[in-house]
């Protein structure tokens, strides 16, 4: 792979995480919360986009950058109050600046005129003319999207450091010797020295006294130094922000000059590298080089005077109480997905050994089965760390929130809040990258037909602005994300005549308030009276039931009349492995999964009554559950089994209510690898996957809450589905 083009993808990844920050901290500043900390993390993020940008020769991401930058500068030093009119701007700057990273990265073009504008806007919070957008010209020349390094040559560098100098209040001497790890991070000298210049007026000297002859030039290697004589009104921790993001891969010096302030040179004019490497051959060849020249120079320890130097940067061999940072990599996701792939074999095949021991008749206490319990240990510690390589907080989905609640409420005329709950919690990747589509069509739901008017609002005694509540949580080994507002409520009269008129159910059908509300999610169900931009199709809400049925959830409706509406999706933390009751009905061979059981029980005859039309219901502690027989559901028997002859699961679905699940008996407990059954099969009804066994035989898991809820619906009727029909003989 090109070395710049690996660079570049980093360079993006990162842009993403910077946006992301970026994002956060101007909704934390809109929120009222404009500490120093948050503003310092809003200019960040811009920076680094723009620093990172100019590597690369994305010259148009550049100038937009510096511009918002500019005016986030001014926020930072109090020049510029960040009101909602300022940060209305910035949010929509923001939004333009992930645009043109996105044109950047993957081709095409961004609203030219919108961009003129929000420049113009940026400009005017000022007040004052901007200094002109640095150029990329200390880096190589290349394509403008940087992607072309062909025809590589040294081009003279040039320091642009003739920027309107500023009171000087004080007079600095900044020494900067760069490591070679800062030019293997993609960063760039020239470009430290050209901000340092916006800082004042600044006289920089060359040092190019340990360049070696070409011969023994090291590629990687890093060799020149500078000195900066730098007079500026600016503090020294603003010298200091400069070099920020390089502080450990360079050797730097901050210090009150002494004697006269410097000269005002207007910069410095062209310096050729050629000309300086042929100085250095020459300079070389009347002196020995030194063993190890040709390597990247370490840095010298500075001599000990037993005086402390403040002027010095924060080293890591020089603060022993600097917090450590914490290490991490970038891995291919094919590679994680690879391992866990292996894994789940490694699962299987442990389960294949317990069931060949187990078979053997070999007693517990033996040194094998001892050994098989010690590696069944080690399975599982293993299985857990590499599920929690891939778990990733939910705030990579709730961070693209705001943004859409901003432009919705801009379409609907509703001001709206978005209150964010549990942000850290973790769920495996393969779950979040899912996350994204329901959560969005929930959102713009709850905005267009949850919240009122803000007359309507008033009118009822609530606040102008509505509110969208986004949490994420964990339960039972499940996450639980719960999206509510405090709007009007479902209008069940509504939903119910609406449904009606389409023609998905019957003028004289009778249904509960659970069942009406669930309404919503059938398939060309809409409310809207018009279709627009936001609702009136009628395949939002089926799109979120068939999105979280498809990742193995559950979503319930839980809506009070005045008071507002709150969805909640419960999903697997993973879709790789799961625990598991494994059990047998009708002769095959099942896996419920354990969080939906709640006990298991050995039912009496005179506990179990018939209702009529095929209900049957159980007596648990004084209270009626109904009674599912999974064999006759399934379509494995005709006959009903007597439950006094077989056993019951208690089960608890995602919307709290419980049922009971018969079947034959009761195989034991273990973990189970998922695999899909609809990438390898189709989709079956009441099934949610399939395992491989330790004997080698495939298992269906099922999906109670769909086995439960069908069974109820085909209460004297014949069974509403028969999936068994291709696994009879499994």
Not at 667 to 679: D, M, N, P
């Amino acid at each position: 792979m090109d070395p710049m083009a690996a660079i570049r993808d980093t360079f993006f990844q990162e842009c993403e995480e910077q946006l992301g920050a970026l994002e956060t901290g101007l909704l934390t500043m809109e929120g009222g919360d404009c500490d120093p900390e948050t503003v310092n993390g809003v200019f960040r993020a811009v920076h680094s986009v723009k620093g990172g940008a100019g590597a690369f020769g994305l010259d148009a991401l550049v100038r937009f950058a510096h511009v918002f930058e500019t005016a986030l500068d001014d926020v930072r030093a109090g020049r510029l109050a960040p009101d909602g009119r300022v940060l209305g701007v910035m949010l929509r700057a923001a939004d333009a600046l992930a645009d043109l990273v996105r044109v950047s990265r993957d081709g095409g073009a961004t609203d030219a005129e919108r961009d003129r504008l929000l420049v113009e806007d940026l400009k005017a919070l000022s007040g004052s003319p901007q200094p002109q957008a640095p150029q990329p010209d200390a880096v190589a020349s290349g394509s403008a999207d940087g992607g072309d390094m062909d025809g590589f040559a040294f081009q003279p560098l040039r320091f642009e450091l003739d920027a309107p100098p500023a009171p000087a209040e004080q007079n600095w001497t900044v020494r900067f010797r760069p490591e070679a790890g800062l030019y293997a991070k993609a960063n760039e000298a020239a470009v430290l020295l050209r901000e340092l210049g916006r800082l004042g007026s600044a006289l920089v000297t060359l040092d190019a006294s340990a360049l070696p002859s070409f011969p023994d030039l090291h590629p990687e290697g890093a060799y020149l130094s500078w000195t900066i004589d730098l007079a500026t009104a600016q503090p020294e921790s603003a010298i200091r922000e400069v070099f920020e993001f390089v502080e450990g891969d360079c050797e730097l010096d901050i210090a009150p000059a002494a004697g006269q302030p410097p000269g005002d040179t207007g910069g410095i004019g062209d310096i050729d590298l050629a000309a300086l490497i042929q100085q250095s051959q020459a300079t070389m060849a009347a002196a020995p080089v030194a063993p190890g020249v040709g390597a990247p120079r370490a840095a010298e320890p500075a001599p000990d005077t037993g005086i402390p130097n403040p002027g010095r940067a924060s080293r890591p061999a020089d603060a022993a109480t600097a917090p450590a940072s914490k290490a991490t990599i970038r891995v291919d996701l094919d590679r994680v997905d690879g391992l866990i792939d292996l894994v789940g074999e490694l699962v299987i095949n442990q389960a294949m050994l317990a069931q060949r021991v187990s078979e053997a008749g070999l007693p517990r206490s033996s040194n094998v089965a001892l050994g098989l319990g010690d590696l069944e240990q080690l399975t599982r510690e293993i299985q857990d760390s590499v599920m929690a390589i891939r778990a990733q907080p939910v705030k990579s989905v709730f961070q693209r929130m705001p943004r859409l609640v901003r432009e919705v409420s801009a379409m609907t005329g509703k001001p709206v809040r978005l209150l964010t709950e549990g942000e850290g919690t973790e769920v495996d990747k393969t779950v979040i990258e899912h996350l994204a589509d329901p959560l969005t069509h929930m959102i713009r739901n709850a905005i267009d037909h949850g919240l009122e008017r803000p007359e309507d609002r008033a009118a009822a005694g609530k606040p102008a602005d509505g509110t969208v509540r986004l949490a994420a949580r964990h339960r039972s080994g499940r996450i639980v994300i719960e999206v509510s507002d405090d709007g009007g409520g479902i209008n069940r009269a509504r939903v119910r005549a609406s449904a009606v008129a389409k023609g998905l159910i019957a003028p004289d059908a009778v249904l509960s308030d659970e069942e009406t509300d669930n309404l919503i999610f059938l398939p060309g169900f809409s409310t809207a009276e018009t279709v627009s931009d936001i609702s009136g199709r009628g395949v939002g809400m089926d799109v979120v039931k068939r999105s979280i049925q498809a990742l193995g959830g559950r979503i319930a409706i839980a809506s009070r009349p005045g008071q507002g509406s709150t969805f909640t999706m419960s999903l697997p933390l993973t879709l790789a492995v799961l625990d598991g009751m494994v059990v047998s009905a009708g002769g095959q061979t099942l896996v419920t999964p354990l969080t939906a059981i709640i006990e298991t029980l050995q039912p009496r005859t005179g506990d179990v009554h018939s209702l009529g039309s095929g209900a049957t219901v159980i007596a648990i502690r004084g209270t009626f559950i109904p009674l599912v027989d999974v064999g006759v559901a399934l379509g494995y028997r005709a006959e009903p089994l007597d439950p006094a002859r077989g056993i019951t699961l208690l089960i608890e679905n995602e919307g709290c209510a419980r049922a009971a699940l018969l079947v034959d008996a009761i195989q034991g407990q273990r973990q189970v690898v998922i695999k899909s059954l609809e990438a390898n099969y189709r989709r079956v009804p009441g099934v949610a996957a399939a395992t491989i066994l330790g004997d080698g035989r495939v298992a269906l898991i099922l999906d109670v809450d769909a086995i439960v809820a069908a069974s109820r619906s085909a209460a004297g009727q014949a069974p509403e589905f028969t999936p068994a029909a291709g696994f009879a003989h499994v």
